[in-house]
């Protein structure tokens, strides 16, 4: 098999290192986008925890604590 002469090899690299360059600043992006979808989830989950949290405390107050009559 013949040897690539050195120059070929090297554009070869500096090809892949800058699709690797490229891929990393896309991967980088999805990455951000992910982090700010999850503090937003995160957020939902908070507000809708609250709100159960606060469903219960309203239920447990309204709740009667004697049978119906018709028991």
């Given amino acids: 098999m013949m ?4 120059t070929t090899r090297l554009d070869d690299l500096e090809i892949l290192a800058a699709h690797q360059a490229q891929m990393l600043e896309d991967l980088n ?16 989950v908070e507000a809708l925890t609250a709100r159960i ?14 049978k119906p009559p018709h028991w």
Wanted: hydrophobic share 40%.
């Fill in 3 to 6: 040897e690539r002469p050195e």
């Fill in 29 to 44: 992006s999805v990455v951000v986008d992910q982090g700010k979808i999850i503090a937003d989830l995160r957020r939902r």
């Fill in 53 to 66: 949290v606060e469903f219960e405390a309203d239920a447990n107050v309204s709740a009667p604590t004697q």
